[in-house]
């Protein structure tokens, strides 16, 4: 990242208006057959528009479970999480789907791709079922992510990077407004990571969104705004 | 935009199947061929009912009444006119027997011109053929069957033994087997009887009224109530209500196929569906969109089987196709709501079937997280979870099931104790497979042979719907083998006790009658001429017909009795004591030495119960006396039937030198043989079409196997391979593949074997006594249960072969590659 490109991404000055995403002291935990386990704690988080964010922590700290609460894919136990000023938590299903749909794109550790379409069908998939759809954008996402020649291919006859950029493509060709991504580089050599990783960074430059990623390697988090750590269910970091 | 996003969802769950052209086949397969069996047999029942109705109508319209003689006799020619004049749109028919080539034919004459919509003759009067039929030598209208019967081509005219020649022969499916129509004037010549008639009939409500009858025929005639006659369709229907439920049985087999593969298709789209979650597709919208694929595809697999029923019910009944072709609206008339109405209850089964089939998966997608982090059980124990929630609900079946048999009433009771027994034993099937496997492992010796039970048990679950299917298939086969069997044996059986007087005529009048009895008694060939009299009555308001007989030899000897007091037949002869019809014995419950009220003419008679008897199919009750008595009681008693005992090889003499001799003082006679011969005709063609589903639903079944194993093959590479890897070569892998199914299609044929009888008893000792009030006796046929043994293993070898040949051809870097994609 150039400074050229952070200053001119704070210019809207986040801490001004109304951050994009506000996490409020969110609790979750889980139901076991040996009682309940407090996975988070009080989680406080903020990002701005166009701001990116690293969010580490040991093995089982809860970054996924706090990534997916934040994605909608699953609800708090207590606390709030405003993405663009609209509640995530405590929503009907359906609000929440609309919500995935509209705003947020998500890259899965293990890509979650679908496996019946090719990689254009599923880089279109979401857009499309999100009623935004833009021919231009999506050749131009496979350009960049240098899927272009392989986009009648199927999941199983790509390699894991391909895979990668191939959920990332999917999760921005939405033009999301907030982008999150759990290890998306953990089944990645060092160096595909970085690759997919600079491309990725690229792209989320261009659409302006918020970018929120959970890694264990100290290393890429450096190369985001920001980074925090999750221990003993809360957040502590930079 | 709704709209547009249910496309996309509904596009991307279909690119599943471009990509799994062998499980949709599976599936399509077995949607197609549950509704191809239910929609044939349908078809089938139609067909057949169609076909009864056609014979019926030959006679009159079955659901009309028509004029007939009130003593028994012709109608004159004269009172039809009169009849006509007065405005009455009735038509003459005139029935006989002929004998031709030592076979009798029955000859019906009907006149085109009046005959009613709806009977046999009523196309020639749209088809262009009218004229021929009536001019000049005209046309003998017959059945294929027939046709081929008397060894004649069409447009040849045969002669009887009478020495009259029949116009000549033309072909219709319109007209029953063993029938010959034609002109009513060419019926008197070739009959012998000018100016007469048998009946005169008419369409339904354009029959005088007693009244006018009376007005204009005195008492000459008489109205005749369609259910005075014997009707064919009443004892048929037992045979079509088993039909059906054979049908839908084969349904059910056939739906076993489309839950394993709906099963799968889901199974292997839960990482799809779970994507599509996530990405924001709304889980009602979801749903929705499911339920619409697994309608869609019911549709269409519904429509590919409703076209293979069509055609199963055609080669069944080749000699009928082309009428079949009524059933799809090419006839005139009432058909075309037939041909709506026959599709939509296909396509309706279909979706039914298929929704029904794939429910539990459908709830699965319902309940489905989006996150997926709950472990899943080791396999053991999520089998043993299943075959324990497997054997509670085949518990609750079974106990189901007995409750309606100790407690049920009616036809629903017995077909819920059914119902539960088939889907208790198969629900019970892998419960009894893992314990018999689980015995074979402990017994094994050998790291290979222990394998082998092992791996046949983990196998299990995923070979358990197939086997199921295959299970109830194989109970079907002997339930219905069984009882078809057994009705063929004693109908058959009875009708040869019943019918052994080897001629019946019917006289003209009671005078006419002893006149024939006096000149047979004179005739050295002839060893009895035994009077059948009747009289009619009500019991109970139930319509019952008295028959008073002789005490003779041929009732002693040979009349069946299903149970009887010692001296029955002596109590019959000296009017103490009567013989009753099951039927009527259930419908009153009354038993032997209950006392009988019957009402005559002048008083109630009353006298003691010895002897209750068989009268399979008969709507109407009946009750056997002694002749003698019969007529003290009703002094208007029909004195005009008898049977004749005569050398077997006299009989056709004796009845042409009756015919000659008397001429129209017999209004109809008829040898044994064609007697047996129309009766046991029509069943013959239901036994074949029986046959020919039993073996469908034996392929069905087949298939369901085939399917599974084929879906099952990926899985198995992985399964199969660790054991290739440590040294088992694959002809051995394959070996104990094959063995592995032929032992398991083994143990569940044996099963079937008491499962298919307890069926057949069901089938002849419930639903037949609720429905018709009279029970089949139960016969067993052990070598049908050989037979569906073997049938099981040819099946099982046949469905092992392509999924182990797949493996023999699979090249060992992709049995390594299992390894390399093995999480
Ligand atoms: N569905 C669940 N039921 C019970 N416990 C769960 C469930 N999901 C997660 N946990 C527990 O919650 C804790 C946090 O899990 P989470 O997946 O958020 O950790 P993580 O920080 O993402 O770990 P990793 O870095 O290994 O991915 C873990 O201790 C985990 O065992
Ligand atoms: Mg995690």
């Known amino acids: 990242m150039t400074l050229i490109d952070r200053t001119h991404r704070a210019g809207g000055s986040p801490q001004a208006s109304a951050p994009l995403l506000r996490v409020s002291d969110v609790r979750k935990s889980y139901a076991t057959p040996q009682g309940p386990i407090p996975v988070l704690k009080g989680v406080d988080l903020t990002l701005a528009a166009g701001e990116s964010l690293a969010l580490l922590g040991e093995s089982g700290s809860g970054k996924s479970t706090l990534l997916h609460l934040i994605g909608g894919l699953d609800d708090a136990d207590s606390g709030e999480i405003m993405l663009d000023g609209v509640r995530v938590t405590g929503q009907p299903d359906a609000e929440r789907a609309a919500l995935r749909r509209e705003r947020i794109g998500i890259v899965f550790q293990q890509f979650n791709l679908v496996p019946s379409l090719t990689v ?119 | 935009m709704a709209p547009d996003r249910a496309f996309w969802i509904f596009a991307t769950l279909l690119s599943h199947w471009r990509r799994h052209p062998l499980n949709f086949a599976t599936l399509v397969i077995g949607l197609a061929v549950a509704t191809a069996l239910w929609s044939g047999v349908q078809a089938l029942n139609q067909q057949a009912r169609t ?64 005959v009613p919509k709806g009977s046999a003759v009523a196309g020639l009067a749209t088809g262009g053929d009218l004229e021929a039929f009536l001019k000049a030598p005209g046309q003998t209208l017959v059945a294929t069957e027939t046709l081929r019967e008397l060894g004649a081509a069409g447009g040849s005219r045969p002669v009887t033994e009478g020495k009259q020649a029949l116009p000549p022969l033309v ?21 012998g009887k000018p100016q007469q008639l048998t009946r005169l009939i008419g369409g339904q409500g354009e029959m005088p009224d007693e009244a006018s009858l009376v007005a204009i025929g005195g008492d000459a005639l008489k109205l005749e109530q369609p259910e005075e006659r014997g009707d064919l369709a009443r004892l048929t229907d ?44 709304p889980l009602r919208l979801l749903m929705l969109v499911l339920v619409g694929e697994v309608v869609l595809l019911a549709l269409l697999a519904g429509a590919i089987g409703m076209v293979c029923g069509y055609v199963i019910a055609a080669a069944l009944l080749p000699d009928v196709a082309a009428s079949l072709s009524g059933l799809y609206g090419a006839h005139v008339g009432g058909h075309l709501a037939l041909q709506g109405r026959w599709w939509a209850s296909g396509l309706g089964m279909a979706s039914a079937g298929a929704l029904a089939a794939s429910a539990v998966s459908l709830l699965k997608v319902y309940r489905l997280p989006i996150l997926a982090v709950a472990k899943p059980l080791a396999w053991r124990e999520a089998q043993h979870a299943q075959l324990r929630r497997q054997g509670v609900l085949a518990a609750m079946c079974l106990v189901i099931g007995a409750i309606a048999f100790l407690w049920g009433r009616g036809l629903v009771a017995g077909f ?20 018999v496997l689980r015995l074979g492992e402990r017994r094994a010796s050998g790291a290979l042979a222990q394998w082998f039970w092992a791996d046949t048990r983990l196998q299990l679950s995923g070979l358990s719907l197939a086997l199921m299917a295959l299970l109830l298939a194989l109970a079907a086969n002997v339930g219905v083998g069984t009882m078809v069997e057994g009705f063929r044996k004693t109908f058959t059986g009875w009708l040869d006790e019943r019918l052994n007087s080897e001629l019946y005529f019917d006289a003209a009048g009671a005078q006419e009658g002893g006149e024939i009895a006096e000149w047979l008694g004179r005739d050295p060939r002839v060893t009895a001429v035994l009077p059948v009299w009747k009289a009619e009555t009500r019991i109970g308001g139930w319509p019952v017909d008295v028959y008073g007989t002789r005490d003779h030899a041929t009732y002693r000897d040979h009349f069946t009795l299903l149970s009887h007091t010692a001296d029955a037949w002596d109590r019959v002869r000296d009017g103490e004591g009567a013989l009753i019809s099951e039927q009527l014995a259930r419908r009153m419950d009354i038993g032997l030495g209950s006392p009988l009220a019957l009402p005559t003419a002048d008083g109630v008679w009353e006298l003691p119960v010895v002897g209750l008897y068989p009268d399979y199919g008969n709507p109407k009750g009946q009750v056997r006396v002694n002749v003698d008595h019969l007529v003290r009681h009703w002094a208007d008693a029909r004195r ?155 099946t099982a ?13 699979t090249a060992p870097q992709d049995l390594l590659k299992v390894f390399a994609n093995e999480r």
């Not at chain 1, 069908?121 to 979401?126: D, P």
């Open chain 1, 120 to 238: 254009a069908g599923n880089i279109a998939f979401q857009a499309r079922i999100a009623g935004r759809f833009d021919a231009a954008w999506q050749e131009e996402l496979m350009e960049r992510l240098g899927l272009a020649a392989l986009r009648h291919r199927y999941p199983e006859q790509l390699s894991g990077g391909q895979q990668q950029r191939v959920s990332i493509g999917r999760a921005l060709a939405i033009r999301p407004r907030l982008l999150i991504a759990d290890e998306p580089t953990g089944n990645l050599d060092e160096a595909t990571g970085d690759e997919v990783m600079g491309l990725a960074l690229d792209l989320i430059a261009r659409t302006g969104c918020g970018f929120l990623m959970v890694t264990h390697s100290t290393r890429l988090a450096r190369r985001l705004d920001r980074q925090v750590t999750l221990a003993s269910g809360v957040l502590a970091g930079a």
């Open chain 2, 51 to 114: 076909s009864y109705d056609r014979a019926a109508q030959v006679f009159g319209d079955a659901g009309a009444a028509s004029i007939v003689s009130a003593k028994g006799t012709s109608v004159a020619q004269e009172h039809y006119v009169a009849l006509r004049r007065a405005g009455w749109k009735v038509s003459p028919v005139i029935e006989g027997s002929v004998r031709i080539g030592g076979v009798s034919y029955r000859l019906v004459g009907v006149e085109p011109l009046t």
């Open chain 2, 171 to 191: 072909v219709t499916e319109a007209v029953a087997p063993g029938i010959l129509v034609m002109d009513i004037g060419a019926a008197q010549v070739i009959l």
């Open chain 2, 238 to 281: 037992s045979f079509h209500l088993n039909l059906t439920a054979f049908g839908l049985l084969a349904f059910i087999v056939g739906l076993f196929i489309v839950h394993a593969s709906i099963g799968l298709a889901f199974e292997q789209r839960l990482g799809t569906l779970r994507t599509m979650r996530a990405v924001g597709v």
């Open chain 2, 416 to 435: 819920v104790v059914i119902a539960g027994v088939l889907l208790g034993a198969a629900l019970l099937l892998p419960l009894l497979l893992a314990v």
């Open chain 2, 640 to 794: 005009t039937s008898y049977s004749v005992r005569v050398a077997p090889s006299d009989a056709g003499a004796l009845m042409t030198a009756m015919q000659s001799h008397f001429d129209g003082k017999i209004a109809r006679i008829v040898d044994q043989a064609s007697l047996k011969q129309i009766s046991t005709q029509i069943f013959e063609r239901t036994f074949a079409v029986t046959g020919a589903l039993n073996t469908l639903t034996l392929i069905v079944s087949g298939i369901a196997l085939f399917a599974s194993l084929l879906t099952l093959s990926d899985l198995r590479l992985a399964q199969l391979a660790p054991v290739w890897a440590l040294g088992v070569t694959r002809r051995k892998l394959m070996d104990l593949e094959i063995g592995k199914l032929l032992v398991l299609a083994a143990i569940t044929a044996v099963l079937a074997v008491p499962l298919g009888l307890v069926l057949a008893w069901c089938l002849v000792a419930i639903v037949n006594v609720q429905a018709f009030g009279w029970r089949l006796p139960f016969h067993v046929f052990p070598t049908q249960w050989g037979l569906i043994v073997a049938l099981a293993l040819a």
């Open chain 2, 797 to 809: 070898f046949l469905a092992s072969i392509v999924p182990v040949v797949r493996l023999g051809r």
